[in-house]
């Protein structure tokens, strides 16, 4: 299902459960150490929690946040996307890296997050 070619949240539970697997696995954050920021692409294939959702080098603006990312390139989300939703999952990660233990502040939040979304947790 994931990655696609454009963003899209009509399945919420789909989106979160896809980002919590390719992140936990991946193990780390997606980080820029010479520009000191996340991306959605980054090095040694590493992806952001929305970078993940969406096909490698689609973003251009590899530093920007998912809504500036919108106002620039509509064209590269689904109509109904809710953008609230995937700015949460970006701040996930990204208000997760420099603060020790990366994953174990991520699956935090992403059970925050959860909750406030009424999702599961993957098991």
């Known amino acids: 299902m994931y990655p696609k070619s454009k963003f899209c949240t009509a399945d919420k ?16 954050p997606s980080y820029d150490e010479e520009t000191r920021t996340c ?6 294939g590493t992806h ?23 106002k620039e390139h ?3 989300f689904e109509p109904g996307c809710d953008l609230a939703f995937l700015a949460d999952l ?18 935090g939040r992403m059970r925050n997050l959860a909750r406030k979304y009424k999702l599961t947790v993957p098991a």
């Open 13 to 28: 539970q789909a989106a979160f459960d896809h980002v919590w697997a390719f992140i936990t696995a991946q193990g780390r």
């Open 39 to 44: 991306v959605y692409d980054g090095p040694d």
């Open 48 to 70: 952001c929690a929305a970078g993940c959702l969406i096909k490698p080098g689609t973003v251009k603006d590899n530093g920007s946040g998912i809504l500036l990312v919108h």
């Open 74 to 76: 509509p064209e590269l």
């Open 90 to 107: 970006q701040q996930c990660h990204d208000s997760s890296v420099g603060f020790g233990d990366f994953l174990f502040r991520f699956e």
